[in-house]
């Protein structure tokens, strides 16, 4: 490189910060350029990974290329793990607004209780016999804050009020019972 070629001043379509290396090229990609290279894997993501319907996952691609033309400048690490965690995000929030049951009960597929055979009921009636046994066994305190906390879907605060205890020792003896309640499912559900 020659003296004078070291001391001109930067092209106007390149970014002065990637010339002293103080950004990288990938950073500052146009966004065409970006959505060239990462649109087609993002879609397949979106696709195969969460299966998103083809026609909403290219709707999930643009969203995330808009947000991040929008935030350029937010991207800080590559530009492709930015866009893939992007696009995952996405799609859980797809199914998330759509609720899980488009995702279950599909008009197209069999129903619930074809698929369903008598087997894998009774083996469902036998798991809820067994942790009916091993709640049973389980001291009364305990047995009401799991059956609030889980069964009623009470919050933290409600089960400390029903307890007389604080939230803290709520959080507390939910553990030791959840401990208490595994060792003796285990112990029962033991084939000798």
């Given at each position: 490189m020659t003296k004078q070629a070291a001391f001109e001043a930067p092209r106007s379509d390149r970014n002065p910060a990637i010339g002293m290396g103080l950004l990288p090229a990938s950073r500052t990609a146009a966004p065409d350029q970006a959505y060239l290279e990462h649109a087609m894997v993002m879609r397949r993501v979106a696709i195969r990974k969460f299966r998103v319907p083809?026609?909403?996952?290219?709707?999930?691609?643009?969203?995330?290329?808009?947000?991040?033309?929008?935030?350029?400048?937010?991207?800080?690490?590559?530009?492709?793990?930015?866009?893939?965690?992007?696009?995952?995000?996405?799609?859980?929030?797809?199914?998330?607004?759509?609720?899980?049951?488009?995702?279950?009960?599909?008009?197209?597929?069999?129903?619930?209780?074809?698929?369903?055979?008598?087997?894998?009921?009774?083996?469902?009636?036998?798991?809820?016999?067994?942790?009916?046994?091993?709640?049973?066994?389980?001291?009364?305190?305990?047995?009401?804050?799991?059956?609030?906390?889980?069964?009623?879907?009470?919050?933290?605060?409600?089960?400390?009020?029903?307890?007389?205890?604080?939230?803290?020792?709520?959080?507390?003896?939910?553990?030791?019972?959840?401990?208490?309640?595994?060792?003796?499912?285990?112990?029962?559900?033991?084939?000798?």
């Amino acid at each position: 490189m020659t003296k004078q070629a070291a001391f001109e001043a930067p092209r106007s379509d390149r970014n002065p910060a990637i010339g002293m290396g103080l950004l990288p090229a990938s950073r500052t990609a146009a966004p065409d350029q970006a959505y060239l290279e990462h649109a087609m894997v993002m879609r397949r993501v979106a696709i195969r990974k969460f299966r998103v319907p083809p026609g909403d996952a290219e709707a999930l691609v643009h969203d995330v290329f808009i947000n991040y033309i929008a935030s350029t400048r937010s991207v800080r690490a590559d530009l492709r793990a930015y866009l893939i965690g992007a696009i995952c995000n996405a799609c859980r929030n797809y199914w998330r607004s759509r609720g899980s049951e488009e995702r279950v009960f599909d008009d197209e597929g069999p129903a619930v209780a074809e698929v369903l055979s008598d087997r894998d009921l009774f083996e469902g009636v036998a798991r809820n016999l067994m942790v009916a046994s091993a709640l049973a066994r389980l001291n009364p305190r305990c047995r009401e804050a799991l059956k609030r906390y889980y069964l009623d879907g009470d919050d933290t605060r409600s089960v400390a009020e029903a307890l007389a205890t604080s939230e803290g020792n709520v959080n507390y003896l939910m553990h030791v019972c959840r401990k208490k309640a595994r060792a003796i499912f285990e112990r029962i559900s033991r084939v000798p």
